[in-house]
C-alpha cells in the first residue's frame, strides 16, 4: 500500500530537515529530475514508488516500521495546470523543487483520472503526503501558487477527500484497502460515486 510506503519510508529514512531561518534540505536516497516528473509523471512516478519500494524490502518492511497512520495531510499537484514557475520553491523555503512539485519522498502515487473542481474533465494528479512538521511550509506554496495547481485533496478534489475520510479514519494501514492507491483507483471511484458527486 502506498501511503503505509510512504509514511514508512518517512520514518526510516527523514529525508527533509529543514531550520528557520534556512531552506529545507533534503537527504534521501531517492531523486527525481523535475522536468521529467513534469513532462513524463507517469513514469517518474512509477520509477520513485518502485525504488522506494525496494528499498523498503531491503531494510526489513514492513516488519520492524510501524504501520499506523501518522500526522499530516494529503495533497494533490495537477501537472497540467502547473506553470511550473517556482513561486512554491521561494515562498516555501524550498520545500517545493524548482518547478513546484512537491518532494518525490512523499509522492504516493499518479492518480490517472481525478475530478478535480477547476476545469472540465478528470486530470491526472500527483497524490502526496505531507508531515505535520512541513504543513506550514506546504501551505506557504500553495498560497503563492496562482495557477491553481497545487493544494490540499479537500480543496483540489473533494471526491477523492470523502473516499479517503471513509478508509482512514480512526483505522490502522493494516485495516485499509490493499489496492487503494493502486493505478486506476481514482477511475474506481468516480463510477462508483452518483453523478451528483463527482
Known amino acids: 500500500m502506498r501511503v503505509a510506503e510512504t509514511m514508512a519510508w518517512w520514518t526510516l529514512e527523514n529525508p527533509l530537515v529543514f531550520q528557520p531561518g534556512d531552506v529545507v534540505r533534503r537527504r534521501s536516497r531517492l531523486t527525481a529530475k523535475e522536468g521529467d516528473a513534469s513532462d513524463h509523471p507517469e513514469r517518474v512516478v512509477r520509477e520513485i514508488v518502485e525504488a522506494r519500494a525496494k528499498l523498503l524490502e531491503?531494510?526489513?518492511?514492513?516488519?520492524?516500521?510501524?504501520?499506523?497512520?501518522?500526522?499530516?495531510?494529503?495533497m494533490l499537484l495537477v501537472p497540467s495546470f502547473n506553470l511550473r514557475d517556482g513561486a512554491a520553491w521561494l515562498a516555501s523555503f524550498e520545500f517545493y523543487g524548482e518547478f513546484d512539485l512537491p518532494p518525490?519522498?512523499?509522492?504516493?502515487?499518479?492518480?490517472?483520472?481525478?475530478?478535480?473542481?477547476?476545469?472540465?474533465?478528470?486530470?491526472?494528479?500527483?497524490?502526496?503526503?505531507?508531515?505535520?512538521?512541513?504543513?506550514h511550509l506546504?501551505?506557504?506554496?500553495?498560497?503563492?501558487?496562482?495557477?491553481?495547481?497545487?493544494?490540499?485533496?479537500?480543496?483540489?478534489?473533494?471526491?477523492?477527500?470523502?473516499?479517503?475520510?471513509?478508509?482512514?479514519?480512526?483505522?490502522?494501514?493494516?485495516?485499509?484497502?490493499p489496492n487503494l492507491f493502486s493505478t486506476g483507483w481514482a477511475a474506481r471511484v468516480s463510477r462508483r460515486l452518483p453523478d451528483d458527486r463527482r
Not at 512523499?106 to 502526496?128: H, K, T, Y
Not at 485533496?153 to 485499509?176: C, F, K, M, N, W
Request: charged residues 25%.
Open 58 to 74: 531491503q531494510s526489513g518492511w514492513p516488519g520492524r516500521l510501524p504501520a499506523r497512520l501518522l500526522p499530516g495531510r494529503l
Open 104 to 135: 518525490c519522498d512523499l509522492w504516493v502515487d499518479l492518480l490517472p483520472q481525478v475530478r478535480i473542481r477547476i476545469g472540465d474533465g478528470d486530470e491526472s494528479a500527483f497524490l502526496s503526503w505531507i508531515p505535520d512538521e512541513f504543513i
Open 138 to 177: 506546504a501551505q506557504e506554496g500553495i498560497d503563492v501558487n496562482g495557477d491553481g495547481s497545487i493544494d490540499w485533496v479537500e480543496a483540489l478534489s473533494p471526491q477523492i477527500h470523502e473516499e479517503l475520510r471513509g478508509y482512514t479514519q480512526s483505522r490502522d494501514i493494516d485495516s485499509v484497502q
